[in-house]
């Protein structure tokens, strides 16, 4: 599909200065690697906007951990590990 695209004059030099860099093969390539990352920021966007509302469910849930649960696990953890260190 072609799109005709109107960039800001701004856009059109950076554009332009980096396709004559070499960086990339022409505009068309630049736009779509740049399209490319805006998608993956947004699905990145949409997974924690996701999972930052499964937290705060859990939380209303009550499921939540203390400090002193967490500092006692890590200790647990930390202990369980020593021996192994020394081998």
Avoid: C, N, W
Wanted: charged letters at 30%; hydrophobic letters at 50%; glycine letters at 4%.
């Amino acid at each position: 599909m072609i799109m005709d695209v109107k960039l800001a004059p701004d856009m059109a030099t950076f554009v332009e200065v980096e396709v004559a860099g070499g960086r990339y093969v022409d505009a068309s390539e630049m736009v779509s690697l740049g399209l490319r990352l805006l998608q993956k920021q947004e699905k990145r966007k949409q997974a924690f906007t996701a999972m930052l509302a499964e937290v705060e469910a859990e939380v209303d849930r009550g499921e939540v951990f203390t400090l002193d649960e967490v500092m006692a696990d890590l200790d647990a953890v930390i202990e369980a590990a020593e021996p192994h260190a020394a081998e």
